[in-house]
Nanobody
Framework: QVQLVESGGGLVQAGGSLRLSCAAS????????MGWYRQAPGKQRELVAQ???????NYADSVKGRFTISRDNAKNTVYLQMNSLKPEDTGVYYC??????????????????WGQGTQVTVSS
């Protein structure tokens, strides 16, 4: 069982910055990828950014150039630096992690974990 603990959300004025953190703990095998999703009121949940081992980070077009995702593998922690925030960025941000358990027969198991979510509110 893996737990994801998020922090860094809050209320910020348009144009400001926030830095979200998400730390994974518990019975970890090998976390392959981590990412951030968000859900605005009345909207579908969308991928904001993700970083997968061996690949370049991927960003939603709406945040490209403003947000930066990074990962500290030693700490099993992912960060989301959010700059030039807009009211449209308001929503609940969820941390996601995929843990891989290698089996003796090499048929691996994949576990998908989610954080509780942290509220980000950008005022105009």
């Amino acid at each position: 069982q893996v737990q994801l603990v998020e922090s860094g959300g809050g209320l910020v004025q348009a144009g400001g910055s926030l830095r979200l953190s998400c730390a994974a703990s518990g019975t970890i095998f090998s976390i392959n990828g981590m990412g951030w999703y968000r859900q605005a009121p009345g909207k579908q949940r969308e991928l904001v950014a993700q970083i997968i081992s061996g690949r370049r980070p991927n960003y939603a077009d709406s945040v490209k150039g403003r947000f930066t995702i990074s990962r500290d593998n030693a700490k099993n922690t992912v960060y989301l630096q959010m700059n030039s925030l807009k009211p449209e960025d308001t929503g609940v941000y969820y941390c996601n992690a995929v843990d891989i358990e290698e089996t003796p027969d090499n048929s691996n198991y994949y576990y998908d974990y989610w954080g509780q979510g942290t509220q980000v509110t950008v005022s105009s």
